[in-house]
């Protein structure tokens, strides 16, 4: 009650004023306080560097097709919750715009089940995900279910036409899989570059 009392008598104050910038003034400090800290960057920069092909990425120019196997768990990484490793956007897949991305994709997450889907956000994911693909049918079966995902020791094979080149990310749609790091950065490159980086 006493926030709104406050607030009233600034009102009353301002409305005797005779203008907004005198009343500003007379209300204002005469040292601004320091502006808030930035927000603490959560990402990581962006792996950088000279395209690699790992044994998991294969191109087919003549079908213009990648083909990707991604494991979920792939290593003991952040609890497991990883993509080949890479957490947090430490590894950025790079696929030629109008390719067909096919991506088996693997759990081995001894615990947990997980899934795999292309979104366009990049950073500053949220507790829960909209699991709507970026592209048709990049996204595994019921992503965001801790019950119904791809659960440990299992596999699933999704195919999709990266139609449109930009900035997009591989993530986890299982509630906070992604807010604590799991996904991968995913490029569609519009000058036909394509590779990884930043993979072990
Ligand atoms: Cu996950």
């Not at 900035?167 to 899989?177: E, K, Q």
């Not at 519009?190 to 072990?200: C, L, Y």
Request: net charge negative.
């Amino acid at each position: 009650m006493k926030r709104f009392a406050t607030l009233s008598l600034v009102v009353a104050l301002a409305a005797c004023g005779g203008g907004e910038s005198s009343s500003n003034q007379a209300n204002q400090p005469a040292s601004q306080p320091a502006a808030e800290p930035a927000a603490q960057p959560t990402e990581a920069a962006a792996p950088s560097g000279p395209m690699t092909m790992p044994d998991w990425y294969q191109k087919d120019d003549a079908t213009k097709t990648v083909s990707l196997t991604i494991t979920a768990g792939a290593t003991d990484a952040n609890n497991h919750w990883n993509f080949n490793g890479g957490t947090h956007g430490s590894i950025a897949i790079t696929v030629p715009e109008g390719y067909t991305v096919k991506i088996h994709f693997q759990n081995d997450d001894p615990a947990m089940a997980h899934s795999m889907g292309i979104v366009a956000q990049t950073s500053d994911f949220g507790a829960s995900m909209d699991p709507t693909p970026a592209f048709p049918g990049a996204i595994t079966t019921n992503p965001t279910s801790m019950t119904d995902a791809t659960l440990p020791g299992k596999s699933e094979d999704v195919t999709f036409t990266a139609d449109k080149a930009g900035n997009y990310a591989m993530v986890c749609f299982i509630p906070g899989h992604a807010a604590t790091g799991m996904y991968l950065l995913f490029n569609v490159s519009s000058d036909g570059s394509a590779g990884v980086q930043g993979a072990a």
